[in-house]
């Protein structure tokens, strides 16, 4: 198989939660790249098994993607890596370590020009700006971020699910710091996608 009908085989098995199988499909990804010598693609085999193992091995796995792409100049790698470690120790709520691995992984895709990483990257701070009591700044990073995917519409596509749900984190985010008219106006444009692309999660 080519590394893509491998990567689309792991992307079903993730999609129907069958984890047995994605294991099976990470361990035949990582031999075909170590056979090819091909150090993107066994950094994707274990991206995949950040996914199914124990936060402490998923970190072992965030930190090999790093050191087998340290020296890439591919427009996603190392920066991943770093990226995966701060979702995880965020998910640990050790949020000190998930910041400085965010803001290594922002550094990097700052270098890089990938604007879709820093979006990803800022989100994830603003969410902990809003853990720690910083909503003013949180709300200034989601702005930032929705104004970013609006100006998309004269070149690429928007990205309505993560469209829709910046307008929510956003709206909320309003609603703490009582900015009631701009959380209004934020939630309504929200209900108003949702309707129009059936998204019933974000409607609620």
């Known amino acids: 198989m080519t590394f893509k009908e491998i990567s689309d085989l792991e992307n079903q098995a993730l999609d129907k939660n069958k984890m047995d199988q994605l294991k099976n499909l990470t361990q ?34 965030s930190d090999s993607i790093i050191q087998v792409t340290k020296n890439s100049d591919h427009l996603s790698y190392p920066t991943l890596g770093y990226l995966l470690k701060g979702h995880i120790y965020y998910n640990l709520s050790k949020f000190q370590l998930a910041l400085l691995n ?17 979006r990803e990257i800022s989100i994830a701070i603003a969410a902990m700006r809003n853990i720690n009591g910083q909503q003013y ?45 701009s959380a209004k106006y934020y939630a309504k444009k929200g209900i108003e996608q949702s309707i129009i692309f059936k998204d019933k999660s974000n409607f609620r």
């Open 28 to 61: 035949a990804h990582e031999q075909k790249a170590r056979a090819d010598n091909n150090n993107i693609e066994i950094a994707r085999a274990f991206y995949y098994r950040t996914i199914f193992e124990e936060p402490k091995i998923a970190l072992l796995y």
């Open 102 to 118: 965010y803001l290594e992984a922002y550094k990097l895709s700052l270098e890089k020009e990938n604007t879709e990483q820093q």
């Open 137 to 181: 700044a949180a709300a200034e990073l989601y702005k930032r971020n929705l104004n970013g995917l609006m100006r998309q519409k004269n070149g690429e596509r928007i990205q309505e699910e993560e469209f829709r749900e910046l307008l929510l984190n956003l709206s909320t985010t309003q609603l703490r710091v009582q900015e009631i008219d």
